[in-house]
């Protein structure tokens, strides 16, 4: 069974970085996968920020794409993000997750326990 | 961001039929991308209720059922259960943005 382990700083004040890491466990992380990062806004929905797969091949949200940067360490078996210059507005719960495309579609199979991130001066 | 609209809330009965709708348009659903459906239950993480439009998978109650048509889709439960009582939300790919995209989310209520 595939479980996704996360973790980083909860709490950074604003024009920082944002940092998180997420452990996968139980599965394959080689060729076929991509890794993602979405985030929620206390009470509000989800969005997509990034992937990732094996070879380190990215995609990006256009809408954050300049502050992101989404790593991976297939010796770890762990994937990370980085968010720089964080503002109150990026203060949300963020998942790691696992992008199935297997049978000709992509859906999120896999996520993380979700890591509450607070940006507060 | 959301380019995927649902209904903010729909409830019914226990034992009764509920849909939820996820209008989207020709960059995403409309352009044959699957849409998927995800429930999101009190302070935890969403979990994959539909795939590829239609497809369950293991464990998930055959009283969840998806579909799609146009530039629309639907997720219906039926036999409607307190313990669905939970946030739900569509998904897709958008060709303009180029990146997946999340609907406005839809809170069931079983009265």
């Known amino acids: 069974q595939v479980q996704l382990q996360q973790w980083g700083a909860g709490l950074l004040k604003p024009s920082e970085t944002l940092s998180l890491t997420c452990g996968v466990y139980?599965?394959?992380?080689?060729?076929?996968?991509?890794w993602t990062w979405i985030r929620q806004p206390p009470g509000k929905g989800l969005e997509w920020i990034g992937e990732i797969n094996h070879s380190g091949s990215t995609d990006y949200n256009p809408s954050l794409k300049s502050r992101v940067t989404i790593s991976i360490d297939t010796s770890k078996n762990q994937f990370s993000l980085k968010l720089r210059s964080v503002t109150a507005a990026d203060t949300a719960v963020f998942y790691c997750a696992r992008v199935n495309c297997s049978g000709g579609f992509c859906y999120f199979d896999y996520w993380g326990q979700g890591t509450l991130v607070t940006v507060s001066s | 961001q959301s380019v995927l609209t649902q209904p903010p809330s729909v409830s019914g009965a226990p034992g009764q039929r509920v849909t939820i709708s996820c209008t989207g348009s020709?960059?995403?659903?409309?352009?044959?991308?699957?849409v998927n459906w995800y429930q999101q239950l009190p302070r935890t993480a969403p979990k994959v209720l539909i795939y590829g439009n239609t497809n369950r998978p293991s464990g998930v109650p055959d009283r969840f059922s998806g579909s799609k048509s146009g530039t629309s889709a639907s997720l219906a439960i039926t036999g409607l259960q307190a313990e669905d009582e939970a946030d739900y939300y569509c998904?897709?790919?958008?060709?303009?943005?180029?990146?997946?995209?999340f609907g406005t989310g839809t809170k069931v209520t079983v009265l």
């Open positions: 998904q897709s790919y958008d060709d303009s943005l180029s990146g997946y995209v």
């Open positions: 020709s960059s995403n659903i409309g352009a044959h991308y699957a």
């Open positions: 139980g599965g394959s992380f080689s060729e076929g996968y991509y």
